[in-house]
């Protein structure tokens, strides 16, 4: 097991680093010079930007380091990377780092939230359309998974704010001010998502019910409920955990529409305005993020799949 956990985190960082790389030309050889960009922050309201000189861009350049060789750029960039230095934001001149923090707790809240919405109507709704396949119970489950994954997050959110909060006042509609606020926007995310996911374990469900051990358990009188909670239902999860792992990481980016809607204080937002303000270094630092974001919950669901799937295990002898 430990073996196999140096060898996975020792792909992740691999993968992080060749991320760094592409990140970092990608920000390099995009359109706009990004000393440029620096200078256009800090003309004053009412002044005219054509004021900026060559020698003012010359000048920010040889600051920011722009005019020593890339291979140089990116290994002084990836030491302060390495510090925890993701720079400074060309908009508010504060720490990238602070800003990130600052958001961060309110995205991870709402991105938690969601994902437990999800599985508790996820995991009902898929088992019980893998137990009683063909069955009323089985039609309704899809015909709702089907509402779910057809309905934009915008309209949903609109919805819900109408009913618990406009009709019945139950509900906290905009911001984060009190606990109970994340309920409609968590609510908002988790359905959407778990209407696929509801979709792909009913699916995991009857295929692991199709191979021919469980076939040959049924025949011999195993009720198919206990068939299907024993020994289905740990494999059928594979599949399930890996578009969770997806949709973790997309949620933690930032639900930007979602977010929007209920004014939510998250990184979604804070990065949406860095795009239309072509704040460059928030964009690298927050992608960044993101990306270590990515290979740590893949690591954690590699670990998983062992616990869940005895053929990991055995595999992983044969290849050792």
Known sequence: MLAYAVKRAFAGLSVLLGITVVIFLMLRFIPGDP???????????GLDSAQITQGDIQQMREQMGLNDPLPEQYVKWLGLVVSGNLGTSLRSRQPI???????LPATLALAGTSLLVMFVIALPSGILGGLYAGRPVDHATR???????????????????YLFTIELGWLPALGW???????????????????????????????????PYMLMAEAKGMPRRILLFRHALRPALIPVLTSASLVAGGLLGGAAVVETVFAWPGIGRYVIEAISGRDYPVIQGFTLIMAAMFVIINFTVDMLYRFLDPRVRVEEGNHG
């Open 35 to 45: 000393a440029t960009a620096v200078l256009l922050t800090m003309v004053e309201p």
């Open 97 to 103: 780092v602070d800003e990130l923090s600052v958001r």
């Open 177 to 211: 001010q009190r606990p109970e606020s994340i309920i409609l926007p968590a609510l908002t995310l988790g359905t959407g998502i778990a209407a696929a996911t509801s979709r792909l374990l009913r699916a995991s469900l009857l295929d692991t019910l199709s191979q």
């Open 143 to 161: 015909f709702l998974s089907l509402i779910g994954e057809s309905m934009p997050s915008f309209f949903l959110g609109v919805l819900l704010i």
